[in-house]
Protein backbone atom coordinates (compact mmCIF):
# COMPACT_ATOMS: atom_id res chain seq x y z
CA UNK A 1 0.00 0.00 0.00
CA UNK A 2 1.44 3.54 -0.87
CA UNK A 3 2.09 5.83 2.17
CA UNK A 4 -0.35 8.04 1.52
CA UNK A 5 -3.14 5.57 0.56
CA UNK A 6 -6.62 5.32 2.37
CA UNK A 7 -6.85 2.04 5.05
CA UNK A 8 -9.49 0.37 4.21
CA UNK A 9 -10.82 -1.02 7.47
CA UNK A 10 -13.11 -4.17 7.57
CA UNK A 11 -16.41 -3.91 9.72
CA UNK A 12 -15.99 -7.52 10.86
CA UNK A 13 -13.42 -10.08 11.16
CA UNK A 14 -13.19 -13.43 9.71
CA UNK A 15 -11.41 -16.59 10.70
CA UNK A 16 -10.02 -19.30 9.08
CA UNK A 17 -12.74 -22.96 9.76
CA UNK A 18 -10.52 -25.02 12.57
CA UNK A 19 -8.25 -27.89 10.94
CA UNK A 20 -8.77 -26.65 7.30
CA UNK A 21 -5.49 -27.27 4.56
CA UNK A 22 -3.11 -27.79 7.19
CA UNK A 23 -0.91 -29.85 9.85
CA UNK A 24 -2.31 -31.49 12.68
CA UNK A 25 0.08 -32.40 15.84
CA UNK A 26 0.65 -36.25 16.46
CA UNK A 27 -1.34 -38.23 19.20
CA UNK A 28 1.55 -38.07 21.32
CA UNK A 29 2.46 -34.71 20.50
CA UNK A 30 4.57 -32.18 22.67
CA UNK A 31 3.39 -28.40 22.90
CA UNK A 32 6.49 -26.33 24.96
CA UNK A 33 5.31 -22.32 25.51
CA UNK A 34 8.48 -20.32 26.82
CA UNK A 35 7.23 -16.66 27.77
CA UNK A 36 10.07 -15.03 29.08
CA UNK A 37 10.23 -11.54 30.91
CA UNK A 38 12.91 -10.57 28.19
CA UNK A 39 13.00 -6.97 28.92
CA UNK A 40 14.51 -5.94 25.72
CA UNK A 41 13.95 -5.62 22.50
CA UNK A 42 15.57 -5.07 19.04
CA UNK A 43 18.64 -5.81 17.52
CA UNK A 44 21.39 -4.89 20.30
CA UNK A 45 19.57 -6.96 23.18
CA UNK A 46 19.20 -10.64 22.14
CA UNK A 47 20.54 -10.28 18.57
CA UNK A 48 17.88 -12.37 17.05
CA UNK A 49 18.46 -11.26 13.78
CA UNK A 50 21.93 -8.96 14.34
CA UNK A 51 25.41 -10.05 14.77
CA UNK A 52 26.17 -6.68 17.08
CA UNK A 53 24.96 -9.50 20.24
CA UNK A 54 26.99 -9.43 23.72
CA UNK A 55 24.93 -12.19 25.27
CA UNK A 56 24.40 -15.75 24.17
CA UNK A 57 21.81 -16.54 21.78
CA UNK A 58 18.84 -19.48 22.66
CA UNK A 59 20.37 -23.22 21.50
CA UNK A 60 16.78 -23.78 19.89
CA UNK A 61 17.43 -21.50 16.66
CA UNK A 62 20.16 -19.77 15.11
CA UNK A 63 19.23 -17.91 11.92
CA UNK A 64 19.43 -20.82 9.80
CA UNK A 65 18.26 -23.66 12.00
CA UNK A 66 16.60 -26.06 10.68
CA UNK A 67 12.75 -26.93 11.73
CA UNK A 68 13.12 -22.84 13.00
CA UNK A 69 11.36 -19.81 12.53
CA UNK A 70 11.84 -16.68 13.99
CA UNK A 71 8.55 -14.08 14.70
CA UNK A 72 8.60 -10.81 15.54
CA UNK A 73 4.69 -10.73 17.27
CA UNK A 74 3.19 -7.80 19.30
CA UNK A 75 2.54 -8.58 22.85
CA UNK A 76 -0.65 -7.02 24.81
CA UNK A 77 -0.71 -4.05 27.50
CA UNK A 78 -1.35 -4.06 30.27
CA UNK A 79 -0.53 -7.63 30.91
CA UNK A 80 0.31 -10.04 27.86
CA UNK A 81 -0.32 -13.17 29.90
CA UNK A 82 -4.15 -12.26 29.85
CA UNK A 83 -4.22 -12.17 26.08
CA UNK A 84 -2.30 -15.05 25.55
CA UNK A 85 -4.65 -17.49 28.19
CA UNK A 86 -7.75 -16.65 26.62
CA UNK A 87 -7.25 -14.94 23.45
CA UNK A 88 -9.12 -11.85 24.31
CA UNK A 89 -8.07 -7.93 24.03
CA UNK A 90 -7.62 -6.83 27.86
CA UNK A 91 -11.06 -4.18 26.90
CA UNK A 92 -13.06 -7.64 26.61
CA UNK A 93 -11.69 -8.79 29.74
CA UNK A 94 -12.19 -5.95 32.32
CA UNK A 95 -8.51 -5.97 32.65
CA UNK A 96 -7.99 -3.22 30.40
CA UNK A 97 -6.24 -0.68 33.13
CA UNK A 98 -3.38 -2.24 34.66
CA UNK A 99 -2.02 -5.41 35.85
CA UNK A 100 -3.70 -7.59 38.69
CA UNK A 101 -2.22 -6.65 41.66
CA UNK A 102 -1.32 -9.08 44.30
CA UNK A 103 -3.77 -6.93 47.04
CA UNK A 104 -6.22 -6.47 45.03
CA UNK A 105 -9.96 -9.57 44.24
CA UNK A 106 -9.63 -9.64 40.98
CA UNK A 107 -8.41 -12.44 38.46
CA UNK A 108 -8.60 -13.85 35.27
CA UNK A 109 -12.38 -13.24 34.41
CA UNK A 110 -13.58 -16.97 35.63
CA UNK A 111 -15.98 -17.33 32.61
CA UNK A 112 -12.78 -17.23 30.19
CA UNK A 113 -11.97 -20.57 28.99
CA UNK A 114 -8.51 -21.11 29.12
CA UNK A 115 -5.59 -22.55 26.78
CA UNK A 116 -5.23 -25.80 28.95
CA UNK A 117 -8.87 -26.32 29.07
CA UNK A 118 -9.31 -26.41 25.87
CA UNK A 119 -5.83 -28.36 25.57
CA UNK A 120 -7.56 -31.01 28.23
CA UNK A 121 -10.69 -31.45 26.21
CA UNK A 122 -8.23 -33.65 23.34
CA UNK A 123 -6.60 -35.55 25.92
CA UNK A 124 -3.24 -33.18 26.94
CA UNK A 125 -1.84 -33.52 30.24
CA UNK A 126 -1.40 -29.89 31.22
CA UNK A 127 1.73 -28.86 33.03
CA UNK A 128 2.60 -25.01 34.07
CA UNK A 129 5.56 -24.15 35.67
CA UNK A 130 7.19 -20.42 36.56
CA UNK A 131 4.98 -17.38 37.45
CA UNK A 132 1.01 -17.37 37.39
CA UNK A 133 0.31 -13.22 37.42
CA UNK A 134 -3.25 -13.39 36.23
CA UNK A 135 -5.08 -13.27 39.98
CA UNK A 136 -5.42 -15.45 43.20
CA UNK A 137 -7.80 -13.67 45.31
CA UNK A 138 -10.17 -17.10 45.66
CA UNK A 139 -9.04 -20.58 44.84
CA UNK A 140 -11.24 -20.87 41.79
CA UNK A 141 -8.49 -18.48 40.18
CA UNK A 142 -5.46 -20.48 40.97
CA UNK A 143 -3.58 -22.41 37.90
CA UNK A 144 -5.41 -25.81 38.91
CA UNK A 145 -8.69 -24.56 38.92
CA UNK A 146 -8.21 -22.89 35.08
CA UNK A 147 -6.80 -25.87 33.31
CA UNK A 148 -3.31 -27.25 34.35
CA UNK A 149 -2.93 -30.58 35.91
CA UNK A 150 -0.35 -29.22 37.87
CA UNK A 151 1.56 -26.17 38.95
CA UNK A 152 4.74 -25.12 40.53
CA UNK A 153 5.83 -21.79 40.73
CA UNK A 154 4.87 -17.96 41.90
CA UNK A 155 1.54 -16.24 41.79
CA UNK A 156 2.67 -13.23 41.64
CA UNK A 157 4.32 -10.97 38.46
CA UNK A 158 8.22 -10.70 40.67
CA UNK A 159 10.04 -11.45 43.47
CA UNK A 160 13.61 -12.37 45.09
CA UNK A 161 14.70 -15.00 42.72
CA UNK A 162 16.48 -17.19 45.87
CA UNK A 163 13.86 -16.75 49.06
CA UNK A 164 11.06 -16.50 46.83
CA UNK A 165 9.41 -13.61 49.00
CA UNK A 166 7.43 -10.44 47.98
CA UNK A 167 7.21 -7.02 49.37
CA UNK A 168 3.75 -5.32 47.44
CA UNK A 169 4.61 -2.25 49.92
CA UNK A 170 6.37 -1.77 52.94
CA UNK A 171 4.95 -4.22 55.71
CA UNK A 172 3.02 -6.32 53.27
CA UNK A 173 5.39 -8.85 52.19
CA UNK A 174 4.92 -12.53 52.07
CA UNK A 175 6.41 -16.08 50.53
CA UNK A 176 5.45 -16.73 47.18
CA UNK A 177 6.15 -20.45 45.58
CA UNK A 178 3.70 -23.16 45.25
CA UNK A 179 3.44 -26.52 43.98
CA UNK A 180 0.06 -27.08 42.82
CA UNK A 181 -2.55 -25.06 45.70
CA UNK A 182 -0.24 -25.26 48.34
CA UNK A 183 2.99 -22.67 49.69
CA UNK A 184 6.14 -25.03 48.74
CA UNK A 185 7.90 -24.44 52.26
CA UNK A 186 10.07 -27.24 51.23
CA UNK A 187 11.07 -25.67 48.58
CA UNK A 188 12.79 -22.85 50.69
CA UNK A 189 16.16 -23.51 50.23
CA UNK A 190 17.87 -20.61 48.45
CA UNK A 191 17.84 -22.21 44.79
CA UNK A 192 18.00 -19.40 42.10
CA UNK A 193 14.23 -19.56 40.49
CA UNK A 194 15.92 -20.21 36.89
CA UNK A 195 17.52 -23.63 37.94
CA UNK A 196 14.82 -24.45 40.23
CA UNK A 197 12.10 -24.17 37.50
CA UNK A 198 14.25 -26.26 34.99
CA UNK A 199 14.89 -28.89 37.59
CA UNK A 200 10.88 -29.14 37.80
CA UNK A 201 10.37 -29.37 33.45
CA UNK A 202 12.85 -32.07 33.64
CA UNK A 203 11.04 -34.20 36.51
CA UNK A 204 7.82 -33.15 34.25
CA UNK A 205 9.21 -34.53 31.10
CA UNK A 206 10.84 -37.90 32.83
CA UNK A 207 7.90 -38.74 34.88
CA UNK A 208 5.27 -37.91 31.92
CA UNK A 209 3.36 -41.09 29.69
CA UNK A 210 5.40 -40.38 26.63
CA UNK A 211 1.70 -42.08 25.12
CA UNK A 212 -0.02 -39.17 26.05
CA UNK A 213 0.41 -35.05 24.47
CA UNK A 214 1.66 -32.87 26.66
CA UNK A 215 0.92 -29.35 27.25
CA UNK A 216 4.41 -27.52 28.64
CA UNK A 217 3.60 -24.07 29.53
CA UNK A 218 6.90 -22.40 31.28
CA UNK A 219 7.24 -18.69 31.98
CA UNK A 220 10.73 -18.01 33.43
CA UNK A 221 11.19 -15.02 36.18
CA UNK A 222 13.78 -14.50 34.12
CA UNK A 223 15.38 -11.51 33.65
CA UNK A 224 12.60 -9.38 35.26
CA UNK A 225 13.73 -7.34 38.50
CA UNK A 226 15.29 -7.88 40.91
CA UNK A 227 18.55 -8.20 38.75
CA UNK A 228 19.85 -11.15 40.19
CA UNK A 229 22.37 -14.11 39.13
CA UNK A 230 24.60 -16.73 40.43
CA UNK A 231 27.89 -15.40 40.61
CA UNK A 232 29.46 -17.96 38.27
CA UNK A 233 27.60 -16.02 35.12
CA UNK A 234 29.21 -12.69 35.74
CA UNK A 235 32.65 -14.56 34.28
CA UNK A 236 32.09 -13.84 30.51
CA UNK A 237 30.83 -9.91 31.36
CA UNK A 238 33.30 -7.82 33.49
CA UNK A 239 33.99 -6.27 30.64
CA UNK A 240 30.83 -4.74 30.46
CA UNK A 241 30.79 -0.95 32.70
CA UNK A 242 27.24 -0.70 32.83
CA UNK A 243 26.28 -2.64 36.16
CA UNK A 244 22.79 -3.49 35.61
CA UNK A 245 23.46 -4.61 31.95
CA UNK A 246 26.40 -6.22 33.65
CA UNK A 247 23.79 -8.10 35.65
CA UNK A 248 21.33 -8.76 33.15
CA UNK A 249 24.05 -10.49 30.67
CA UNK A 250 24.46 -12.77 33.58
CA UNK A 251 20.97 -13.54 34.59
CA UNK A 252 20.09 -14.32 30.58
CA UNK A 253 23.52 -16.67 30.48
CA UNK A 254 21.76 -18.51 33.23
CA UNK A 255 18.84 -18.74 31.37
CA UNK A 256 20.30 -19.99 28.28
CA UNK A 257 21.98 -22.92 30.37
CA UNK A 258 18.36 -23.01 31.11
CA UNK A 259 16.63 -23.46 27.90
CA UNK A 260 19.52 -25.81 27.25
CA UNK A 261 18.58 -27.96 29.73
CA UNK A 262 15.52 -28.32 29.03
CA UNK A 263 16.38 -29.12 25.21
CA UNK A 264 18.11 -31.66 26.50
CA UNK A 265 15.45 -33.18 28.61
CA UNK A 266 13.43 -33.32 25.60
CA UNK A 267 15.59 -34.99 23.38
CA UNK A 268 17.17 -37.73 26.58
CA UNK A 269 12.76 -38.58 26.89
CA UNK A 270 11.91 -38.57 22.74
CA UNK A 271 9.67 -35.47 22.59
CA UNK A 272 11.74 -33.30 20.50
CA UNK A 273 11.17 -34.78 17.31
CA UNK A 274 7.49 -34.19 17.82
CA UNK A 275 6.91 -31.65 18.84
CA UNK A 276 6.16 -27.46 18.43
CA UNK A 277 7.91 -25.12 20.86
CA UNK A 278 7.03 -21.45 20.87
CA UNK A 279 9.99 -18.89 22.66
CA UNK A 280 8.80 -15.53 23.29
CA UNK A 281 9.40 -12.63 25.10
CA UNK A 282 6.29 -11.09 27.54
CA UNK A 283 6.72 -7.10 26.67
CA UNK A 284 9.56 -4.91 25.65
CA UNK A 285 12.21 -3.98 27.43
CA UNK A 286 12.89 -1.73 30.77
CA UNK A 287 16.33 0.13 30.29
CA UNK A 288 16.99 0.83 33.83
CA UNK A 289 16.74 -2.71 34.45
CA UNK A 290 19.07 -3.49 31.90
CA UNK A 291 17.22 -4.00 29.20
CA UNK A 292 17.41 -2.19 25.65
CA UNK A 293 14.62 -1.56 22.84
CA UNK A 294 17.11 0.46 20.82
CA UNK A 295 16.45 1.65 18.26
CA UNK A 296 13.04 0.94 18.77
CA UNK A 297 10.91 4.22 20.70
CA UNK A 298 10.10 3.69 23.81
CA UNK A 299 10.18 1.15 27.03
CA UNK A 300 7.99 -1.56 28.78
CA UNK A 301 4.74 -0.15 29.61
CA UNK A 302 4.24 2.24 26.77
CA UNK A 303 2.46 2.37 23.63
CA UNK A 304 5.66 3.01 21.63
CA UNK A 305 7.03 -0.20 19.71
CA UNK A 306 9.59 -0.79 22.41
CA UNK A 307 7.13 -1.35 24.49
CA UNK A 308 4.69 -3.73 22.91
CA UNK A 309 6.83 -5.89 20.13
CA UNK A 310 7.67 -9.33 21.30
CA UNK A 311 10.66 -11.22 19.62
CA UNK A 312 10.77 -14.92 19.69
CA UNK A 313 10.44 -18.05 17.36
CA UNK A 314 8.99 -21.52 16.63
CA UNK A 315 10.51 -25.02 16.29
CA UNK A 316 8.73 -27.53 14.93
CA UNK A 317 9.56 -30.53 12.18
CA UNK A 318 5.73 -29.17 11.00
CA UNK A 319 7.26 -25.64 9.47
CA UNK A 320 7.61 -25.67 6.14
CA UNK A 321 8.59 -22.53 5.72
CA UNK A 322 12.08 -23.22 8.11
CA UNK A 323 15.11 -21.52 8.49
CA UNK A 324 13.18 -17.75 7.81
CA UNK A 325 11.59 -14.79 9.79
CA UNK A 326 8.16 -13.94 9.75
CA UNK A 327 7.57 -10.39 9.37
CA UNK A 328 3.73 -10.53 9.28
CA UNK A 329 1.32 -9.13 11.60
CA UNK A 330 1.01 -11.44 14.78
CA UNK A 331 -0.30 -10.95 17.96
CA UNK A 332 -0.11 -12.84 21.30
CA UNK A 333 -4.23 -13.82 21.16
CA UNK A 334 -2.90 -15.90 17.80
CA UNK A 335 -1.48 -18.49 19.73
CA UNK A 336 -4.83 -20.18 21.46
CA UNK A 337 -6.57 -20.62 18.30
CA UNK A 338 -3.75 -21.66 15.96
CA UNK A 339 -2.68 -24.42 18.93
CA UNK A 340 -6.35 -25.74 19.46
CA UNK A 341 -6.58 -26.33 15.89
CA UNK A 342 -3.22 -27.62 15.59
CA UNK A 343 -4.21 -30.34 18.18
CA UNK A 344 -7.55 -30.91 16.26
CA UNK A 345 -9.50 -29.08 19.22
CA UNK A 346 -12.97 -27.63 18.71
CA UNK A 347 -13.35 -23.66 18.97
CA UNK A 348 -16.89 -23.86 19.49
CA UNK A 349 -19.22 -21.02 18.57
CA UNK A 350 -20.03 -19.30 21.47
CA UNK A 351 -16.50 -18.78 22.60
CA UNK A 352 -15.50 -15.26 21.46
CA UNK A 353 -11.64 -14.62 20.72
CA UNK A 354 -10.36 -12.07 19.27
CA UNK A 355 -7.10 -14.64 17.89
CA UNK A 356 -6.77 -15.77 14.36
CA UNK A 357 -5.12 -19.42 13.29
CA UNK A 358 -1.68 -17.94 11.93
CA UNK A 359 -0.22 -21.85 11.38
CA UNK A 360 -0.21 -21.32 7.21
CA UNK A 361 1.58 -17.77 7.75
CA UNK A 362 4.22 -19.05 10.08
CA UNK A 363 4.46 -22.43 8.73
CA UNK A 364 3.98 -21.93 5.09
CA UNK A 365 5.09 -18.21 4.94
CA UNK A 366 1.07 -16.78 3.80
CA UNK A 367 -0.19 -13.71 4.19
CA UNK A 368 -1.46 -12.91 7.80
CA UNK A 369 -4.93 -13.38 8.16
CA UNK A 370 -4.92 -10.55 10.88
CA UNK A 371 -5.52 -6.95 9.53
CA UNK A 372 -5.69 -4.99 12.76
CA UNK A 373 -4.64 -5.41 16.49
CA UNK A 374 -5.60 -3.51 18.85
CA UNK A 375 -3.05 -2.65 21.34
CA UNK A 376 -5.49 -1.17 24.26
CA UNK A 377 -7.72 1.11 25.04
CA UNK A 378 -7.60 2.20 29.05
CA UNK A 379 -10.49 5.00 29.82
CA UNK A 380 -8.97 5.10 33.22
CA UNK A 381 -6.34 6.34 31.94
CA UNK A 382 -6.53 10.09 30.72
CA UNK A 383 -3.21 12.11 31.66
CA UNK A 384 -3.61 14.09 28.61
CA UNK A 385 -4.63 16.81 30.43
CA UNK A 386 -5.44 18.34 26.33
CA UNK A 387 -7.32 15.68 24.89
CA UNK A 388 -10.56 16.39 23.86
CA UNK A 389 -13.61 15.35 21.41
CA UNK A 390 -12.45 18.12 19.45
CA UNK A 391 -8.73 16.70 18.86
CA UNK A 392 -10.09 13.73 17.52
CA UNK A 393 -12.86 15.16 14.95
CA UNK A 394 -15.59 14.43 17.46
CA UNK A 395 -14.94 10.53 16.44
CA UNK A 396 -12.80 9.85 19.99
CA UNK A 397 -11.97 11.44 23.14
CA UNK A 398 -8.28 12.10 22.79
CA UNK A 399 -7.55 12.56 26.11
CA UNK A 400 -8.07 8.59 26.63
CA UNK A 401 -4.97 6.81 26.31
CA UNK A 402 -5.45 3.68 23.73
CA UNK A 403 -3.17 2.66 20.20
CA UNK A 404 -4.51 0.49 17.53
CA UNK A 405 -2.57 -0.62 14.44
CA UNK A 406 -4.46 -1.43 11.04
CA UNK A 407 -1.82 -2.97 8.17
CA UNK A 408 0.96 -1.09 8.47
CA UNK A 409 -0.36 2.35 10.00
CA UNK A 410 -0.92 2.50 13.67
CA UNK A 411 -2.18 5.34 16.05
CA UNK A 412 -1.76 6.62 19.04
CA UNK A 413 -3.82 8.80 21.52
CA UNK A 414 -3.35 10.48 24.69
CA UNK A 415 -0.36 10.09 26.72
CA UNK A 416 1.34 6.52 25.42
CA UNK A 417 4.41 6.50 28.37
CA UNK A 418 7.74 7.31 28.05
CA UNK A 419 8.66 8.18 24.73
CA UNK A 420 12.80 8.84 24.65
CA UNK A 421 14.84 6.73 22.29
CA UNK A 422 17.17 5.29 24.36
CA UNK A 423 20.60 4.00 23.16
CA UNK A 424 23.01 1.43 24.49
CA UNK A 425 23.93 2.60 27.70
CA UNK A 426 27.68 2.07 28.59
CA UNK A 427 27.98 4.28 31.50
CA UNK A 428 24.81 4.62 33.39
CA UNK A 429 25.08 3.87 37.11
CA UNK A 430 24.46 6.83 38.81
CA UNK A 431 20.91 6.95 37.88
CA UNK A 432 18.75 8.20 35.19
CA UNK A 433 20.43 12.12 35.33
CA UNK A 434 23.31 10.60 33.88
CA UNK A 435 21.64 8.74 30.93
CA UNK A 436 22.18 9.85 27.14
CA UNK A 437 18.80 9.25 25.37
CA UNK A 438 17.27 11.07 22.48
CA UNK A 439 14.66 13.33 24.19
CA UNK A 440 11.52 13.84 22.13
CA UNK A 441 10.06 17.32 21.68
CA UNK A 442 6.40 18.07 20.49
CA UNK A 443 3.99 21.03 20.84
CA UNK A 444 2.19 21.17 24.57
CA UNK A 445 -1.07 19.54 24.11
CA UNK A 446 -0.82 17.01 21.31
CA UNK A 447 -2.43 13.56 21.86
CA UNK A 448 -3.10 12.09 18.26
CA UNK A 449 0.24 10.64 16.27
CA UNK A 450 -0.08 8.28 12.87
CA UNK A 451 2.81 6.62 11.82
CA UNK A 452 3.74 4.38 8.96
CA UNK A 453 5.51 1.56 11.14
CA UNK A 454 6.51 -0.85 8.17
CA UNK A 455 8.81 2.27 6.81
CA UNK A 456 9.27 3.70 10.15
CA UNK A 457 9.44 0.93 12.56
CA UNK A 458 11.38 3.49 15.04
CA UNK A 459 7.99 6.27 14.74
CA UNK A 460 10.10 9.14 14.30
CA UNK A 461 8.36 10.81 11.51
CA UNK A 462 4.96 12.10 12.91
CA UNK A 463 2.32 11.28 9.76
CA UNK A 464 -0.85 12.71 11.70
CA UNK A 465 -1.39 16.50 10.25
CA UNK A 466 -0.53 14.99 6.61
CA UNK A 467 -3.63 12.26 6.65
CA UNK A 468 -6.16 13.69 8.87
CA UNK A 469 -8.82 11.11 7.02
CA UNK A 470 -6.31 8.30 8.02
CA UNK A 471 -6.72 9.73 11.47
CA UNK A 472 -10.46 9.69 11.52
CA UNK A 473 -10.48 6.02 9.83
CA UNK A 474 -8.12 4.89 12.80
CA UNK A 475 -10.40 6.75 15.16
CA UNK A 476 -13.58 5.39 13.87
CA UNK A 477 -12.21 1.73 14.13
CA UNK A 478 -10.79 2.53 17.82
CA UNK A 479 -14.74 3.85 18.49
CA UNK A 480 -15.86 0.59 17.08
CA UNK A 481 -14.33 -1.64 19.30
CA UNK A 482 -14.69 0.39 22.47
CA UNK A 483 -18.16 -0.10 21.85
CA UNK A 484 -17.64 -3.65 22.41
CA UNK A 485 -15.51 -3.07 25.60
CA UNK A 486 -15.89 -4.90 29.85
CA UNK A 487 -16.43 -2.24 32.37
CA UNK A 488 -12.68 -1.82 33.83
CA UNK A 489 -12.23 -4.04 36.69
CA UNK A 490 -9.79 -2.35 38.71
CA UNK A 491 -10.33 -3.18 42.31
CA UNK A 492 -9.39 -1.45 45.21
CA UNK A 493 -6.80 -3.26 47.86
CA UNK A 494 -8.39 -5.89 50.53
CA UNK A 495 -7.19 -5.46 53.54
CA UNK A 496 -7.59 -9.47 53.90
CA UNK A 497 -5.02 -10.19 51.85
CA UNK A 498 -2.21 -9.25 53.52
CA UNK A 499 0.06 -12.02 53.92
CA UNK A 500 0.13 -11.83 58.20
CA UNK A 501 -3.02 -12.89 58.06
CA UNK A 502 -2.75 -15.91 55.80
CA UNK A 503 0.57 -17.95 57.37
CA UNK A 504 3.27 -15.24 55.74
CA UNK A 505 1.93 -16.53 52.20
CA UNK A 506 1.15 -14.61 49.41
CA UNK A 507 -2.65 -16.76 48.47
CA UNK A 508 -6.13 -16.86 48.31
CA UNK A 509 -7.76 -14.96 50.88
CA UNK A 510 -11.70 -14.44 50.04
CA UNK A 511 -13.07 -17.49 51.79
CA UNK A 512 -16.28 -19.60 50.29
CA UNK A 513 -17.84 -19.26 53.55
CA UNK A 514 -17.33 -15.91 53.62
CA UNK A 515 -19.46 -15.14 50.99
CA UNK A 516 -21.89 -17.17 52.20
CA UNK A 517 -22.25 -15.90 55.34
CA UNK A 518 -22.52 -12.10 53.53
CA UNK A 519 -25.03 -13.50 50.76
CA UNK A 520 -27.10 -15.01 54.09
CA UNK A 521 -27.03 -11.50 55.77
CA UNK A 522 -28.07 -9.57 52.11
CA UNK A 523 -30.77 -12.01 51.98
CA UNK A 524 -31.90 -11.22 55.49
CA UNK A 525 -31.58 -7.68 55.04
CA UNK A 526 -33.45 -7.88 51.83
CA UNK A 527 -36.49 -9.52 53.30
CA UNK A 528 -36.51 -7.50 56.17
CA UNK A 529 -36.53 -4.79 54.03
CA UNK A 530 -39.21 -6.15 51.86
CA UNK A 531 -41.70 -6.64 54.93
CA UNK A 532 -41.01 -3.46 56.10
CA UNK A 533 -42.18 -2.01 53.02
CA UNK A 534 -45.06 -4.44 52.85
CA UNK A 535 -46.05 -2.89 56.33
CA UNK A 536 -45.70 0.59 54.87
CA UNK A 537 -47.72 -0.18 51.48
CA UNK A 538 -50.63 -1.94 53.82
CA UNK A 539 -50.69 1.34 55.70
CA UNK A 540 -50.89 3.17 52.52
CA UNK A 541 -53.90 1.52 51.21
CA UNK A 542 -55.64 1.71 54.25
CA UNK A 543 -55.52 5.13 54.26
CA UNK A 544 -56.20 5.72 50.97
CA UNK A 545 -59.51 3.69 51.30
CA UNK A 546 -60.43 5.50 54.46
CA UNK A 547 -59.91 8.74 52.17
CA UNK A 548 -62.16 7.06 49.67
CA UNK A 549 -64.68 6.41 51.83
CA UNK A 550 -64.80 10.01 53.38
CA UNK A 551 -64.59 11.84 49.93
CA UNK A 552 -68.09 9.54 48.92
CA UNK A 553 -69.89 10.29 52.26
Not at 135 to 158: A, H, I, V, W
Not at 487 to 505: A, C, M, T
Amino acid sequence: MPEHGIVSIPGSKGRAEPGSVMSTLATDSVIIILVISLLSNGPYSLSLYSKNRFMHRSVFCYSNTPGCLWVSSFSSLPDPYVSFSVSRYQIHTGLQHSIIRPTQPNCLPLDNVTLPQKLKEVGYSTHMVGKWHLGFYRKECMPTQRGFDTFFGSLLGSGDYYTHFKCDSPGICGYDLYENDSAAWDHDNGIYSTQMYTQKVQQILASHNPRKPIFLYIAYQAVHSPLQAPGKYFEHYRSINNINRRRYAAMLACLDEAINNVTLALKKYGYYDNSIIIYSSDNGGQPMAGGSNWPLRGSKGTYWEGGIRAVGFVHSPLLKNKGSVCKELVHITDWFPTLITLAEGQIDEDIQLDGYDIWETISEGRRSPRVDILHNIDPIYTKAKNGSWAAGYGIWNTAIQSAIRVNHWKLLTGNPGYSDWVPPQAFSNAGPNRWHNERVSWSAGKTVWLFNITADPYERVDLSARYPDIVKELLRRLSQFNKTAVPVRYPPKDPRSNPKLNGGVWGPWFKEDEKKKKSDKNKGANKQKNKNKKKVNRKKGQSLHCHSRLAGG
